[in-house]
Each structure stands twice: as C-alpha cells, then as structure tokens.
Nanobody, 120 residues
Framework: QVQLVESGGGLVQGGGSLRLSCTAS????????MGWYRQAPGKQRELVAS???????NYANFVKGRFTISRDNAKNTVYLQMSSLRPEDTAVYYC??????????????WGRGTQVTVSS
C-alpha cells in the first residue's frame, strides 16, 4: 500500500503565499510523475501542475508565473509553492503520484487533500 499525505494548506489573504507539501510512503520502488490537482466547490477537479522524476514540469495556464512545483526524489516528496494567490485559487488541493511497487506496473495514488482558502 502507498499513502500520500498533504500539508501546508490554510487561510491566506489575496496576494499572499503558501507552500504545500506531499510525501508518499509505503511500498514504493519508484515514483514516476507527481502532481497537484485542485477542486473548487461545484467544479470539476483540474490539474494545477505536474513534474516527472527527471524534473520536467507542466503547469495549467491559470497558475503559470505564480506557482512553482518541485520535488525531492530522495524524500518521495513534491512541493507546490503558491504566490500571488487569488480568491479564485480557493479549493481543495490534492496530491497525486504514479508509483511502482514491484507489481505489474505503475499505479496512480491520491492524497486526501488540503484546503486552501484565499480571502479577498
């Protein structure tokens, strides 16, 4: 089994910053892609940013220039540095990881989410 645990969410004023962390633990041989999604009330879950094990990153247009994704492969941890936050960034942020545990292939795992609330 693999568990993903997010931390770092909270309440922040518009224009402020937050740093999210997500650590994977359990039966892990290797991790391929790691990323962050978010889901606001009444909306579908959407990709925020992702990164490969080699460090290639991908961002949604609505966060380019404001958010930065990074990872520490030795710690099985992915980070999301969020700056210039806007009220529309308010959502539950979920971590995801594509993990190989020695079975038939890579599987996608999700964390339980961490709430980010941006006040105007």
């Amino acid at each position: 089994q693999v568990q993903l645990v997010e931390s770092g969410g909270g309440l922040v004023q518009g224009g402020g910053s937050l740093r999210l962390s997500c650590t994977a633990s359990g039966s892990i041989f290797s991790i391929n892609d790691m990323g962050w999604y978010r889901q606001a009330p009444g909306k579908q879950r959407e990709l925020v940013a992702s990164t490969t094990s080699g460090g290639t990153t991908n961002y949604a247009n609505f966060v380019k220039g404001r958010f930065t994704i990074s990872r520490d492969n030795a710690k099985n941890t992915v980070y999301l540095q969020m700056s210039s936050l806007r009220p529309e960034d308010t959502a539950v942020y979920y971590c995801t990881a594509k993990v190989y545990s020695g079975g038939k292939g890579y599987y996608d795992y999700w964390g339980r989410g961490t709430q980010v609330t941006v006040s105007s």
